[in-house]
């Protein structure tokens, strides 16, 4: 650590080089002072956006967004020490108690903190560097003051409809404010200027597609007020970001603005110090969470519960006001299930105990999650190496064991992979590399259909070609009288599930069903699941039972050489 009393008062303690007159600086807002360049570099490499002296929250990150270039003026004892500064400017105000007349003048405001009266043109705090105007808090939502944008701004509100309102405390202490009280404030604000008469509470347009990689959630809201206002000429009343959620929302003036942001522009390019990503405006929110059910240690086949009854115990938890939906993602995976709900505070009721058990078995809430899946994996593939790879391909050495869930179904050498909080960034390549070898990254898996039983009259082509399947048919293959099909449309793919049947003219009559790799003997191999380790142990070791049955299943298992010699070598 650097020794802060080795440095002078005109030292950047970050570089320890001098403060010159000539430098671009930045002054946080706890009067401290670095080159612009060093402070930059100190957010891009390392992360770290709070005042490498006094440590306070976003503090750097604050002076860099101003977007303004400061040059040295002044002594650098005179910036450490504004009080002394401001006593010798003739401009200054004292600080006024309620005796004090000069709370009545309406070219200065009186700052809620130090109570330092500051001239009206100034946004913040000469002394302590408060925001003249707090920022308007929803959905009763608990925030602190120093999690919330210091870019917020009221620019047409007028002082004296300023001065007269109730102010909405966000010191400290963590308050909640609804949204009627939110309505309340902001009419209360703009009473007097009938120009401002359409502006709600409600008016919200919610903010979908944060970037993963960014965690400061202060930061983000700072980036897309910035975006709004210098590319859109849209200043937010306030803007809320959630990175755990991978959304926010923000309060707008009126109509026209949230119709302008949700039906015109729909998605923006956020200019974020690492990357550019895109963030689009909506003016409904579905937040996507995952749950799934521990089947680790389960030995027998496992009564996994019903979306109903998950739904049923979520209420019995949490108590939301309104349930959210839940399905199972797919029959490969039936321990993992999707929840979509349509509230902030709900999951934030969530966050509290991510954990629940049910029908005897955990499960897990990752929340804001995204899933993806991985097909035809190799064999031998294992969750370590998965994880490996995930881990190299974000840059990161380790990763929270609840920011990520893979999920891998040896039978149909598929991988199921939940990735939550920083870890979603996974999720914006397209290949993941597994021994040097590209796998691509899914956002679902093949829907397939099995047809049978094929007569000598059934064509291919026609089959394909039927209206029933809406020319979303492709043949994968054809296995004496199976027929398997890949339906790139999941509605269709429903549909032919739904009816289970296909009547060509005069022909026999098809069957339709889900096609399951697993539930094949053809796609499986002679490996420890299918035969060694149950069972082989069942049968003598005599061939001639084998061969009185050649529908055995043995006989359409795929001969893994390795894993026979591997059984054996064990043995």
């Not at 994968?476 to 429903?494: T, V």
């Amino acid at each position: 650590l650097k020794n802060m009393s080795s440095l002078t008062d005109n030292e950047c303690y970050i570089c320890e080089n001098e403060l010159r007159n000539t430098d671009d600086i930045i002054i946080t807002d706890c009067n401290h002072t670095f080159h612009r360049n060093c402070a930059q570099e100190r957010l891009d490499r390392r992360k770290k956006s709070d005042c490498p002296i006094c440590h306070q929250d976003s503090a750097v990150v604050n002076a860099l967004s101003r977007d303004m270039t400061t040059k040295i003026t002044k002594s650098i004892e005179e910036i450490s020490d504004p009080l002394k500064n401001m006593e010798n400017e003739d401009n200054f105000i004292p600080a006024s108690d309620s005796e004090n007349p000069i709370m009545t003048n309406e070219n200065y405001w009186k700052c809620e903190e130090c109570s330092v009266n500051n001239e009206e043109s100034i946004k913040r705090c000469q002394n302590c560097g408060k925001l003249r105007y707090g920022p308007c808090l929803i959905f009763g939502e608990k925030l602190n003051n120093d999690e919330t944008t210091n870019t917020q701004e009221y620019d047409e509100a007028s002082s004296s409809s300023i001065s007269s309102e109730k102010s909405i405390s966000t010191s400290d202490t963590k308050t909640t404010i609804t949204k009627q009280d939110l309505k309340s404030s902001i009419d209360t604000m703009f009473s007097n200027d009938k120009t401002k008469s359409s502006i709600a509470s409600d008016i919200i347009v919610y903010i979908l597609d944060l970037p993963s990689n960014i965690d400061d959630d202060s930061r983000l809201a700072n980036l897309i007020h910035n975006r709004l206002k210098n590319s859109l000429q849209i200043t937010p009343i306030t803007v809320k970001c959630d990175s755990k959620l991978g959304a926010g929302f923000m309060c707008v003036h009126d109509n026209q603005i949230k119709n302008h942001l949700v039906n015109n522009i729909k998605q923006i390019a956020l200019d974020s110090i690492e990357d550019t990503y895109k963030i689009s405006f909506n003016d409904k929110i579905e937040l996507v969470s995952f749950i799934v059910i521990d089947t680790t240690n389960e030995k027998n086949d496992v009564n996994l519960p019903k979306p109903d009854e998950i739904l049923k115990r979520w209420s019995e938890i949490y108590h939301n006001e309104k349930l959210p939906s839940c399905e199972q993602i797919n029959i490969q995976f039936p321990n993992v299930y999707r929840i979509v709900s349509t509230s902030f505070d709900d999951l934030h009721n969530v966050m509290t105990n991510q954990d629940f058990l049910i029908n005897n078995l955990f499960a897990h809430v990752y929340i804001g999650a995204t899933c993806n899946y991985f097909e035809d994996l190799p064999k031998s593939i294992t969750k370590e190496q998965l994880e490996i790879a995930i881990r190299n391909s974000i840059g990161m050495k380790t990763i929270p064991s609840l920011s990520l869930h893979i999920e891998l179904n040896r039978q149909t050498s598929n991988a199921c992979i939940i990735a939550a909080d920083i870890v979603r960034q996974w999720t914006t390549i397209n290949f993941l590399y597994i021994n040097d070898k590209p796998i691509p990254i899914k956002e679902n898996l093949a829907y397939r259909l099995l047809l049978h039983p094929l007569k000598e009259v059934h064509d291919n082509d026609e089959i394909v070609n039927q209206e029933i399947f809406n020319g979303q048919a492709k043949i994968i293959e054809q296995r004496r009288d199976k027929l398997i099909l890949e339906i790139s449309n999941k509605k269709i793919f429903d549909k032919c599930l739904k009816f289970g049947v296909l009547r060509i003219g005069t022909k026999p009559i098809l069957k339709i069903e889900n096609y399951i790799a697993f539930k094949d003997p053809e796609e499986l191999e002679i490996d420890v699941d299918t035969w060694y380790q149950y069972e082989m142990i069942r049968y003598k070791p005599d061939i001639m039972q084998f061969i009185a049955d050649f529908d055995h299943p043995i006989f359409r298992y795929k001969w893994n050489s390795e894993i026979w010699l591997e059984q054996f070598q064990n043995t």
